[in-house]
């Protein structure tokens, strides 16, 4: 921008660049992960059990299985829910991709709603304007780790039957009037993703009150064999199986559950550091032309996944510009995300346009992620503070 001094002419600048994203990972998730690889075991065994039991405890639900990805955990869900070819489930238009495309995946089609302002989680009101006789689930996103209004969500679906499948991949500390992620829906989906509140790497997890639905997720997670790996090869000597399904290749591993063992451990720590960077920027960011975060809702916890600011109209630069300002000042951002109707896949497959849902798209097209990570120091906060009010006053 003209008048705007070049970032290296300043003297102000960060030597190393600010990686959006990246997780904290402790001395003991090394060691089991070690620990793991001379056991002799590396595959779906002993430690992807223990983990499905202490994400079963920490969330109170009664069954979890472990898969290899939340885009797993939410096909399989689909499918253990009976959602088939010619079903059709309602989706906030303003998700991850893969809460949409898991739809398609399990044949069936995904109806778009748009999302209620400030709190960007899915509008009741849109969910049941969208609602045909197709429909068979819901599936509300707890977005950036707020809870959806699941009171109307759930009255809306019990009136209408209707399933409702959780997203809750920003979401595993979060709770709702008393309940926790994982019990706000008939099934819940969560990730373990690299950047996510907590990390095997790569991983997910199912949780769910009906036993029948977890353990047919096991199963398709591991090609629909009647008996797991570890069933078959543990010191309880060689087990035959059947294939009762064509299932799918999507099962976690104990070497990855090695991660999730130690990071399950430090969630609530890492949320309460979370929780102080989220109020530093809040803080350190106010009076610019943003649009900061909306507070929790009464009676729920946010389990600060992502602080995501929008670029307020009247702004000296848009969202992208400030992106190129702030990587110019080696801090690293993100964009979550880009209105899922305004895709080609989308707008090519299911007709989807312009215009469909003006607050996903305003939300699109102005939404700027900052770092926010319990690694970060004080010093990197105040990096990224200064980096964004120097870019937008300058
Ligand atoms: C809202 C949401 N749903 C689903 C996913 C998919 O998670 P995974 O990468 O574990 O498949 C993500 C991942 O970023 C997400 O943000």
């Known amino acids: 921008?003209?008048?705007?001094?070049?970032?290296?002419d300043r003297e102000y600048m960060r030597k190393e660049f600010l990686v959006y994203g990246s997780p904290a990972i402790g001395e003991e998730e090394i060691a089991e992960v070690l620990d793991t690889i001379r056991s002799g075991w590396l595959g779906t065994g002993p430690k992807t059990e223990r983990l499905e039991r202490e994400f079963a405890a920490y969330l109170n639900v009664k069954h979890c299985a472990a898969v290899s990805s939340c885009t797993a955990a939410l096909h399989l869900a689909m499918l253990a829910a009976g959602i088939k070819q010619g079903d059709e489930v309602i989706v906030p238009a303003m998700t991850f991709c893969s809460t949409a495309n898991a739809v398609v995946h399990a044949g069936a089609t995904p109806v778009f709603a748009d999302i209620e302002l400030p709190g960007m989680t899915i509008d009741p009101a849109d969910v049941k304007r969208k609602i045909t006789k197709k429909t068979k689930a819901i599936l509300p996103v707890h977005f950036y780790g707020r809870p959806a209004d699941m009171a109307a969500l759930r009255a809306c679906a019990r009136r209408h039957r209707l399933v409702l499948i959780g997203d809750a991949a920003h979401a595993i500390e979060t709770h709702y009037h008393g309940k926790t992620a994982g019990q706000l829906c008939d099934i819940t989906c969560f990730?373990?993703?690299?950047?996510k509140n907590m990390t095997t790497v790569e991983g997910g997890m199912v949780a769910t009150g009906r036993k029948e639905w977890a353990d047919r997720i096991k199963i398709l997670a591991l090609h629909g064999m009647s008996k797991d790996a570890w069933a078959r090869y543990s010191d309880k000597g060689y087990r035959h199986y059947e294939v009762v399904s064509a299932g799918f290749k999507n099962n976690m591993t104990d070497l990855l559950a090695s991660f999730g063992l130690h990071q399950l451990r430090r969630l609530e720590q890492n949320l309460a550091r979370r929780e102080a960077i989220w109020q530093a920027y809040s803080r350190g960011l106010a009076g610019l032309p943003l649009i900061l975060p909306a507070d929790p809702a009464p009676d729920t916890?946010?389990?600060r996944h992502i602080y995501a600011v929008r670029v307020a109209r009247g702004a000296p630069l848009d969202r992208d510009e400030l992106m190129d300002e702030l990587y110019k000042r080696n801090i690293g951002t993100g964009v979550h995300y880009?209105?899922?109707?305004?895709?080609?896949?989308?707008?090519?497959?299911f007709g989807y346009k312009k215009g469909d849902f003006p607050n996903a798209e305003s939300?699109?097209?102005t939404t700027?992620?900052?770092p926010l990570s319990p690694k970060l120091t004080n010093k990197d906060v105040q990096d990224v503070i200064d980096a964004v009010k120097e870019s937008l006053l300058s």
């Open 1 to 8: 921008m003209e008048g705007r001094p070049a970032a290296e």
């Open 191 to 195: 990730s373990f993703y690299i950047t």
């Open 301 to 303: 916890r946010h389990a």
């Open 338 to 349: 880009t209105a899922l109707h305004l895709h080609k896949f989308y707008r090519e497959n």
């Open 363 to 365: 939300v699109g097209k």
């Open 368 to 370: 700027l992620s900052l």
